[in-house]
């Protein structure tokens, strides 16, 4: 199983529907909320490049938000990144 990690806030709508799209295939995942926390926001930060959220990791690959996250599933690609081990 893969190691996923995804960055999010309360309240976002994205973030949900990345959520909501990992649920469905059965994937486990680590959920930081970097709203309220300065230090996550900023780990997010450094290692996604970006300031949005949802940022979406597998196996320490920077997968990026919502968008990217479907359009891997739309490809056929998401589920063989689930099936590898992290």
């Known amino acids: 199983?893969?190691?996923i990690e995804i960055y999010t806030t309360q309240f976002c709508g994205y973030c949900a529907r990345a959520k909501s799209l990992?649920?469905?295939k059965g994937a486990a995942y680590d959920e930081m909320d970097v709203m309220m926390d300065d230090k996550k926001r900023t780990e997010m930060r450094e290692r996604a490049?970006?300031?949005s959220v949802p940022q979406i990791f597998i196996n320490g690959r920077h997968i990026g938000g919502s968008d990217?996250?479907?359009a891997l599933d739309r490809a056929g690609e998401l589920d063989a990144?689930?099936?590898q081990p992290g």
């Open 81 to 83: 990144l689930l099936a």
């Open 68 to 70: 990217e996250l479907a």
């Open 49 to 51: 490049k970006r300031t």
């Open 22 to 24: 990992l649920d469905g």
């Open 1 to 3: 199983m893969a190691k």
